[in-house]
């Protein structure tokens, strides 16, 4: 793990259940309201950690990939709030996520993660979490989450402790 600057850690995930699992310890610090923008190329591990941040916010079932669909909506029992999970892989800018009404959903008051959030990065809230992944290997990923806004540095900070400590 490197810490780089107060906004922003680094580091390694040595496999899919390793990813799997911090994104559990981020989806169990998950209020409502959070904006996670999940960065990185095809088969880099964006899917396979919002599947984690899904099981630590209390989704029970399976979490699929929103590529051909746009979007997938997700509720924890007994609970209203919801978790959206977008893709805007097929996206061709911010005008057409603009134009889809997109923007309601990520300042809807729900969780919202992004995968491919840099075709929309101009509609984007400028607070949120912004997480790239990097595949290193067939199963390494290199992880660097950056924290924008207050509220993202709180989470940020929490997030460091729960998943290593200190």
């Given at each position: ?142 992880l660097r989450v ?21």
């Amino acid at each position: 793990m490197a810490i780089l600057d107060e906004h922003t850690l680094e580091f390694i995930s040595r496999s899919p259940e390793q990813t799997r699992r911090l994104g559990v310890r981020l989806g169990e610090l998950l209020r409502g309201g959070e904006l996670i923008c999940l960065e990185g190329e095809l088969g880099a591990g964006k899917t396979c950690l919002t599947q984690g941040v899904a099981a630590g916010w209390g989704v029970t079932g399976p979490v699929q990939s929103p590529t051909f669909i746009i979007i997938h909506e997700y509720h924890r029992p007994g609970d209203r709030q919801k978790l959206h999970h977008v893709d805007l892989y097929r996206m061709s800018g911010p005008a057409e996520a603009w134009a889809l009404g997109l923007d309601d959903v990520w300042t809807s008051g729900d969780v919202c993660i992004i995968e491919w959030p840099e075709r929309a990065q101009d509609i984007l809230p400028g607070e949120r979490l912004w997480i790239r992944l990097t595949a290193l290997g067939e199963t390494r990923r290199m992880l660097r989450v950056v924290a924008e806004g207050k509220c993202y540095h709180t989470l940020l900070q929490e997030f460091r402790r729960a998943a290593f400590g200190g």
